[in-house]
């Protein structure tokens, strides 16, 4: 059971913008920074948000962050082929790192 | 450029010890944090624990104290983790992943698999 709570899928054809939620509680996302990571097939995480709602060099303007309260979400507009792939968020609680459950994006 | 390189996958019988290693390059190794994030077949992400490469200090989750050991050697800029105990939830692949300063992972390894398997 995840400590963060994601949507388990997202779809939407090339060109759309789709969004994935990620909810919390005061202690972890109403306290601290969310950041999100893109995890194609086989391969390590990558963070494509930082800090709520930065984009780390060379990560598209087409992904962005935002959070109110105690959720966040990441917005992916213009979607493409390559954005399939999962998606978590994570933040920091006070005493350790926690995940969402992850949100599988298809791109239709 | 920053690199994170991993050893490579172990089998071990339910009970055992497997200890996994995550070379670190390219930035001073004193420097960031190192963290240890598992993840089982078709799940999702969960923290293990971090090291500081410049104390030597950890921190782990929950479930993984008493039970897991991290440690660094920094004439090799090299850290490892140790598990003990091993059933078979610990099946995963265990990445290491360097925390930047104020938070969130930038860099990680390409992954171990361990398997634990009677």
């Known amino acids: 059971q995840a400590v963060l709570t994601q949507p388990p899928s997202a779809s939407g054809t090339p060109g759309q913008t789709i969004s994935i939620s990620c909810s919390g509680t005061?202690?972890?996302?109403?306290?601290?920074?969310v950041y999100w990571y893109q995890q194609l097939p086989g391969t390590a995480p990558k963070v494509v948000i930082h800090r709520n709602n930065q984009r780390p060099s060379g990560v598209p303007d087409r992904f962005s962050g935002s959070k109110s309260g105690t959720s966040a979400a990441l917005a992916i507009s213009g979607l493409r082929s390559e954005d399939a792939a999962d998606y978590y968020c994570a933040t920091w609680d006070g005493n350790r790192w926690v995940f969402g459950g992850g949100t599988k994006v298809t791109v239709l | 450029q920053v690199d994170l390189v991993q050893s490579g996958g172990e089998v071990a019988k339910p009970g055992a010890s497997v200890k996994v290693s995550c070379k670190a390059s390219g930035y001073t190794f004193t420097s960031f944090f190192l963290n240890w994030v598992r993840q089982a077949p078709g799940q999702g992400l969960e923290w293990v624990g971090w090291i500081n490469p410049n104390s030597g200090s950890t921190q782990f989750g929950q479930k993984f104290q008493g039970r897991v050991t991290l440690t660094r050697d920094t004439a090799i800029n090299t850290v490892y983790m140790e598990v003990t105990s091993l059933t078979s939830d610990d099946t995963a692949v265990y990445f290491c992943a360097r925390e930047i300063n104020g938070g969130g992972f930038d860099f990680w390894g390409q992954g171990t698999q361990v398997t634990v398997s009677s």
């Open positions: 005061s202690s972890t996302v109403g306290s601290n920074y």
